[in-house]
């Protein structure tokens, strides 16, 4: 049975009783910075951060533990009484059974309108929430419909329970938090002002406002309110059966005064009746301002239905206009997934990775991996600004190679950990490079290597093993010199600094330390002797691309050299007999950070570039050539795939261990990706990987093999069930990343399968249980757990575009080179992609008369707005900067024959 179905090219849906799902939320936020999450049933929670949350914060299991949560009830003819959200005591009960309200979820980009319909008390309901662009005020519109024969007379009731403090006070204080509470009604709504924000760290004055307020359709007041749970819910009441509804409590009037008790945004109407197919309408306004001045303006922008609805309508076109990206294959459902796909960055953007109900750590904000990776889909949809926002992140780094892991918020905000000694995350060089490379291929902006940034400096130092005591907080958080200058450096030194100095750090077997963990956060127990195979051969990788780079920059440089920190000269050592010797690597690396423990000399180098490009080619070919001679495991049957990690005991993680196959999906991805893996490796590793990690009705591929031990000389993800979270589960992330690698190496088929098989358990409803998106990870029984906030969504929008479509930047200039299937066109024989590029928004159609696959069919032909393009080597197109900027600033539809 289809659950759920897309209404529109822009992936809004519908759905039947969304309420007998479990676990089921929908996000919705502005940029103003709330965030807010709704249930089927308006449960769920709202909070601008970790310090105010409006609504009390959920975490997944509160979903159907809790009915704390928004709701709108309708007393009928003084004695029935119905929830719009469905939570009252009888609608409850009657779940299941053929009393059971009918109901109707329609959803759109940060929209959600639950319909409701009751066969008991013949009413129809709606309730839309939405935020409105700008505004840190979440809107729940309530619409009631008498659909009977007779005449109805209903009160209304809005009933929203106000938290309003830090999520820290659920299980920290909890009832003292509440008597700071300062609670009042207006004329319109409840307003609850804490007197302080509680913390025996250090108590602080608090000004922030968090409010209810409600109006009928035209505008009219409550006529009555209950502004505390005890004065709604009653003696022995509950949130399902408030005595104030069912027993017609009399309720206090404006400007009433409360303190110290839980606080209730709650209010009743005056009584209507309805005729039959008569209608009324509801607002009801929920947020938090610093100012009663600031509520009474939003108040009045939102106080009647047609401001509602114009408000609703401009909501839907921003976002809709945000998503610009557009899919067009022989599968709708597809192209409308990947709508969604393609919105998820945005909520990561506003979300950070907690705030979400499965989300329920961390404290707000985004890690260093995650503003690097969050990058590579703006710059796929909006790359105006993400140059600034790029050489910001660089701020971020230490002189080390390091990073701050800290993120504050805005853009290059970073924050000392003052606790001692963090993590070092081994990975987190790698993404940085990663997010450059594609922008100077988007914008051809090669200049932005020899933009000059600071460093970070905290306390932190020697690559995180050491403590600098010298340092000051009061000396700021930038790297100075002996002199006491800030020192900045090009971004090409900072890439450099890092990919040099993750080469050096080594362990027994000669591959980068794991050190705390590397993409996979939960291999957290292998710190002395743990070694990242998987990241070597990314950095392998990542020195040629980065060679690439600085021989583009060569081209277009007038000096032909690089300026450079003097100490990093230690780090360009060429001689190859050092790189397999480990006791010299390690004392090359030690020399340069305990030259920069503290401050720098502030003394630079001219470097000539080509020296450079030679250097990092040199590494990188000796280090691919040491993993495919040490770490390849040869299997039976024309099997093998590379050995990802060594534990923490310098023992190989993956292989033949008796009877018993230890194999993980990361090694395999970063091999193929650097191209350490040859085709021979790759076809062998596809084999093996269908073989003892691909299981088709969960999502596709594992993440690893069952181990059937708890490596605690590995991580915590060995002590998870299997099937969960990082171990065996169908990790979203690593698995695009591995259609990714695919496809660049060229096999597509494989590529796709690993794609198709995530989609098609997105989108098979009885299997993952989650609205249109893709999930953190599917876990053994295919349910999409983590849903909306993950990288995964970045590189699957990122691999669609420029891999399958094959539409990519090439410094600055546009390339078109697909890699699509036959059965990727529609009924026409098309595929097409709209997507921006160089300001201007391209809808890119192929034609494909013979329905070949990719490697059987060739470009005949192509056109930008019916002038023809140029074709090389029958197999791609390239449309020069040049050209793409002397078009006019409007859409253009190129087309490409294929035969």
Excluded at 9 to 14: C, K, L, P
Excluded at 440 to 454: A, F, P, R, W, Y
Excluded at 514 to 523: K, P, T
């Amino acid at each position: 049975m289809k659950h759920l179905k897309f209404i529109d090219e822009h992936g809004s849906f519908v759905m039947e009783r969304p309420e007998n799902t479990s676990y089921l939320y929908f996000p919705l936020a502005s940029e103003a910075g709330l965030k807010s999450a709704v249930t089927p049933n308006l449960g769920g929670d709202a909070k601008i951060d970790q310090e105010s949350f409006l609504l009390e914060p959920v975490s997944s299991e509160d979903l159907h533990s809790s009915r704390s949560g928004r709701n709108f009830w309708f007393v009928k003819n003084d004695a029935e009484v119905y929830s719009a959200a469905g939570v009252s005591a009888r609608q409850e009960a009657d779940k299941f059974t053929k009393l059971q309200d009918d109901s109707e979820l329609t959803a759109g980009f940060m929209r959600h309108t639950i319909k409701r319909t009751s066969r008991v008390h013949q009413l129809e309901t709606t309730v839309t929430s939405f935020i409105p662009n700008g505004e840190q005020a979440e809107i729940m519109y309530v619409t009631v419909q008498n659909i009977s024969n007779t005449m109805q007379n209903l009160t209304p009731y809005a009933a929203v329970p106000i938290y309003g403090r830090s999520a820290d006070n659920i299980r920290d204080h909890r009832n003292v938090t509440s008597m700071l509470h300062r609670i009042r009604t207006d004329r319109h709504g409840v307003f609850v002002c804490p007197t302080m924000s509680f913390d025996e760290k250090g108590h602080r004055p608090n000004s922030r406002i968090y409010y209810v307020m409600g109006c009928t359709g035209a505008g009219s007041a409550p006529a009555a309110f209950y502004p505390t749970v005890e004065a709604f819910l009653g003696e022995g009441g509950t949130f399902t059966r408030p005595r104030a509804v069912y027993e017609g409590y009399p309720g206090c009037p404006a400007q009433t005064s409360a303190a110290g008790k839980e606080a209730m945004g709650a209010f009743r109407f005056e009584p209507i009746s309805l005729a039959p197919g008569g209608r009324a309408d509801y607002i009801v306004l929920l947020g938090t301002e610093e100012s009663e001045e600031r509520i009474s303006r939003i108040f009045e922008k939102y106080n009647t239905s047609e401001k509602v609805l114009h408000a609703l309508e401009d909501t839907k076109a921003c976002w809709q206009d945000q998503v610009s990206v557009r899919f067009r294959t022989g599968d709708t459902d597809f192209d409308c997934l990947m709508k969604w796909i393609c919105f998820q960055p945005f909520l990561r953007r506003l979300f950070g990775c907690s705030f979400l109900p499965h989300h329920d750590y961390g404290r707000g904000g985004r890690g260093w991996r995650d503003l690097w990776q969050d990058c590579l889909s703006l710059l796929l949809m909006e790359p105006d600004q993400v140059g600034k926002m790029i050489a910001a992140n660089y701020g971020g780094v230490r002189v080390d190679g390091t990073n701050a892991t800290i993120i504050g918020s805005g853009d290059g905000n970073f924050i000392a950990d003052r606790n001692g000694i963090p993590r070092v995350w081994m990975d987190h060089a790698l993404w940085p490079l990663m997010t450059t490379r594609l922008y100077i291929d988007q914008t051809g902006d090669i200049e932005i290597l020899n933009k000059s940034v600071s460093y970070f400096k905290d306390a932190q130092t020697m690559r995180g093993n050491a403590v600098d005591s010298l340092w000051e907080p009061e000396t700021g958080n930038r790297q100075r010199t002996a002199a006491g200058d800030i020192y900045t450096g090009t971004i090409l030194e900072h890439l450099l600094i890092q990919q040099l100095t993750a080469f050096y750090e080594t362990g027994a077997h000669n591959i980068c330390r794991l050190r705390g963990a590397d993409w996979n956060d939960a291999l957290d127990m292998a710190s002395e002797h743990g070694e990242s195979v998987a990241f070597t051969c990314a950095y392998a990788g990542n020195l040629l691309e980065l060679a690439a780079m600085i021989r583009s920059l060569d081209e277009h440089s007038s000096s032909h050299t690089a300026e450079l920190l003097e100490e990093i000269t230690i780090l360009l050592d060429s001689s190859s007999e050092a790189f397999g010797d480990i006791d010299k690597k390690r004392r090359i690396l030690s020399d340069y950070t305990a030259r920069c423990r503290h401050t720098l000399s502030g003394r630079r180098v001219r470097v000539p570039l080509s020296s450079l490009t030679v250097n990092l080619i040199q590494k990188a070919n000796w280090l691919m050539e040491y993993l495919r001679e040490h770490e390849w495991i040869e299997g039976p049957d024309g099997e093998g795939w590379f050995n990802s990690y060594y534990d923490n005991h310098g023992r190989a993680v993956e292989g033949f261990f008796g009877d018993q196959v230890r194999m993980m999906l990361t090694g395999q991805v970063f091999a193929i990706m650097s191209g350490t893996a040859q085709d021979t490796h790759i076809e062998k590793i596809t084999k093996s990987a269908d073989h003892y990690l691909y299981q088709k009705e969960i999502g596709g591929y594992r993440l690893n093999t069952d181990f059937h031990e708890l490596k605690f000389d590995m991580g915590r993800m060995f002590g998870f069930a299997y099937g969960e979270k990082e171990n065996g589960a169908v990790f979203s992330h690593m698995t695009v990343m591995y259609a990714n690698a695919l496809y660049r190496r060229g096999f597509a088929k494989e590529g796709w399968k690993a794609l198709k098989t995530l989609a098609d358990t997105a989108l098979d409803f009885d299997t993952s249980h989650i609205y249109p998106g893709i999930p953190e990870y599917f876990r053994s029984d295919g349910r999409g757990m983590y849903h909306y906030l993950t990288g995964a969504a970045s590189w699957f929008m990122l691999t669609m575009i420029t891999e399958v479509f094959g539409v990519r930047g090439e410094s600055g200039s546009l390339v078109l080179y697909p890699k699509l299937l036959a059965s990727q066109f529609d009924e026409e024989c098309r595929a097409a992609l709209t997507v921006p590029f160089a300001g201007r928004l391209f809808t890119i159609i192929y034609e494909n008369k013979q329905r070949k696959d990719f490697g059987s069919y060739r470009i005949a032909s192509a056109a930008c707005d019916q002038a023809p393009l140029a074709v090389s080597e029958d197999a791609y197109v390239v449309l020069p900067r040049e050209t793409l900027t002397a078009l006019p600033n409007a859409r253009h539809t190129i087309t490409v024959t294929l035969l």
